[in-house]
């Protein structure tokens, strides 16, 4: 069966209130049950994966910089001027710096300027990304896994996990042990997170999160919404414009259109006996993973 549109349902309710009711408060009715409904219960059509594709190091060359200024030339080496959420690391001064833009191949802009009080000439430096953006309906992260190495990331605090490394800045590593809430990316309107230590190669990990409500417009191309979920939606904001404009009946499509909902959660929250198998959010933090025998991965440890 084809899925209802916003305004078959829309038409539905009119017709059945007999016109007594305007169409944008039932627009404004659907539209707040719909985010009701998303946000009392944990749908299947909620939840996502992404990949996120962390970066690894770049130090070929060397750069130099005047001293109060954001400006960095590059010699003996190339830059992508494509990079974003990168940081650059000043061996000599054992300081990292947010990169604003890379300008050219050989040039970029740093978010602040340098204060060493002398210049950097043809000095060590380190590119590196420990900030990466979500996707763009992400809501709520559930899980970040390690999936060569079986563990998931701990959610750490953003001041927390500063204060964690602040002697380990730029240890760079292929085991990230957290992550935090990164800063907002005003331009792109992103969600950023940060991992920690800094990441030191390059390598995939598993994002699982719960995407925002759908748009009400956006309602009719998720596949996986039962017939039922239309039909209690409907009820529903049926019975908040009946009872906010006095109209007879919404008692009874409160009651059939929560029953609705009620029936399909229980249907969705049923878990097959039979599955086994460990779920990502039984997978043991880094410390309590054996990444460490003998340098090689052999599993989880076991108590």
């Not at 920690?196 to 191309?221: C, F, T, W």
């Amino acid at each position: 069966m084809t899925a209802p549109n916003v305004n078959v349902m829309m038409a539905a309710i009119q017709r059945r209130c007999r016109g007594k009711i305007p169409l944008v408060s039932i627009v404004d009715a659907l539209n707040e049950k719909s985010l009701e409904i998303h946000g009392h219960y944990e749908w299947p059509w909620t939840k996502a994966e992404y990949n996120i594709p962390i970066q690894g190091t770049y130090t070929t060359g060397t750069v130099s910089v005047t001293d109060g200024t954001k400006i960095v030339t590059l010699s003996g080496g190339t830059w992508d001027t494509a990079w974003k959420y990168k940081r650059m690391y000043l061996g000599a001064q054992n300081t990292d710096f947010l990169v604003a833009s890379f300008d050219s191949p050989t040039q970029a802009t740093l978010a602040d300027p340098v204060n060493f009080g002398q210049n950097i000439t043809n000095g060590s430096y380190t590119i590196f990304q420990d900030i990466y953006p979500l996707p763009d309906d992400c809501e709520t992260i559930l899980l970040i896994v390690n999936p060569v190495f079986r563990y998931r990331l701990q959610y750490i605090p953003t001041y927390t996990l500063h204060w964690q490394n602040v002697y380990s800045r730029v240890f760079f590593s292929q085991f990230q042990t957290g992550f935090c809430d990164g800063a907002y990316d005003d331009t792109n309107k992103t969600r950023t997170i940060q991992f920690a230590p800094s990441p030191g190669g390059v390598a995939e990990y598993k994002l699982i999160y719960r995407r925002r409500p759908p748009a009400l417009s956006d309602l009719s191309k998720i596949t996986v919404l039962p017939e039922s979920y239309y039909r209690g939606l409907e009820l529903l904001a049926e019975y908040q414009v009946r009872f906010e404009n006095q109209l007879p009946g919404w008692m009874e499509c409160k009651s059939e259109g929560y029953q609705i909902i009620s029936s399909m959660k229980r249907k969705y929250t049923a878990a097959p006996m039979y599955d086994t198998f460990a779920a990502y959010w039984q997978y043991p933090y880094f410390v309590d993973s054996s990444v460490y025998a003998g340098g090689l991965f052999v599993g989880p440890t076991v108590a």
